[in-house]
């Protein structure tokens, strides 16, 4: 699951390498510029747009082996409740990864690594990543395997 796809860029690119990804996003407009650029993976049943926020998926429980967000963190308006719910959609060994601007985390790394173990996530992992351009600004990356 991507959540938070935006106009699907990142979307396309895992639906290109995976057999079956949901977009999950709240905003209409981002939907339908993935749903634009996804249209033949769309078509071929390789990629499903929902309407949903971290907190509400929509997705059953335990149905999900990978979740992906990438500078979308710092919108959810509940970090926890967020959490909780990808720790529902998840099936046992599957694995999240959030990333995002360091710059625009809800709070700093140590901080956040310790609210993603207290949803219930293990093998939490924190990272920084400078990009290779001056334009852009710090990393920051975190995965976790729910158990």
């Known amino acids: ?12 690119a895992a639906a290109r390498r995976c057999a079956h990804v949901i977009g999950v996003d709240p905003s209409d ?14 078509a ?8 949903g926020t971290a907190a509400r998926t929509g997705e059953a429980d335990t149905s999900v082996d990978v979740v992906i967000s990438v500078n979308n963190l710092q919108l959810w308006p509940d ?9 529902r959609v998840l099936r046992p060994g599957g694995r999240m990864l959030l990333a995002a601007h360091e710059k625009w985390l809800p709070a700093d790394l140590p901080t956040l690594a310790n609210t993603v173990r207290a949803a219930g996530f293990t093998s939490v992992r924190t990272w920084t990543w400078e990009p290779p351009t ?6 920051a990356l975190l995965s976790a395997v729910r158990t």
């Open 134 to 139: 001056r334009m852009a600004s710090t990393a």
């Open 44 to 51: 071929r049943g390789r990629l499903r747009l929902a309407v």
């Open 29 to 42: 407009v981002m939907l339908a510029m993935a749903r634009r650029r996804c249209a033949p993976l769309i």
């Open 79 to 87: 970090v926890p409740a967020g959490l909780a719910e990808l720790h």
């Open 1 to 12: 699951m991507v959540l938070g796809p935006g106009p699907g860029v990142g979307l396309e």
